[in-house]
């Protein structure tokens, strides 16, 4: 089972941008799906985004597209997410989770996660 590590959460502006970080243990980085994840107070775990090992494809949810970017380092088994024009409703707890069988947007289709990182946007 691969480790992950998040990091790079934090307190931003309305209109800020941040980079979430994601370290993975494991010698076969380069064929997990990877994805970052978010719950807010009160609200289920929803899909962020999601990059596919083979190809490199992408998934972003509604919510998020135009303004968040995600990006996989298979050299240093890292995987990151870059969000601008940060607003407030993307206040939440962002986990990154392994999904090393089918391609999958769904978090219960990831096996491993990291412990999360807190994300707050003040308006």
């Known amino acids: 089972q691969v480790q992950l590590v998040e990091s790079g959460g934090g307190l931003v502006q309305a209109g800020g941008s941040l980079r979430l970080s994601c370290a993975a243990s494991?010698?076969?980085?380069?064929?997990?799906?990877m994805g970052w994840f978010r719950q807010a107070p009160g609200k289920e775990r929803e899909s962020v985004a999601v990059?596919?090992?083979?190809?490199?494809?992408?998934y972003y949810a509604d919510s998020v597209k135009g303004r968040f970017t995600i990006s996989k380092d298979n050299a240093k088994n890292t995987l990151y997410l870059q969000m601008n024009s940060l607003k407030p409703e993307d206040t939440a707890v962002y986990y990154c989770?392994?999904?090393?069988?089918?391609?999958?947007?769904?978090?219960?289709?990831?096996?491993?996660w990291g412990q999360g990182t807190q994300v707050t946007v003040s308006s």
């Open positions: 494991g010698r076969t980085f380069s064929t997990y799906n």
């Open positions: 989770a392994a999904n090393t069988g089918s391609y999958s947007v769904r978090p219960g289709d990831f096996g491993s």
């Open positions: 990059i596919r090992w083979i190809g490199g494809s992408t």
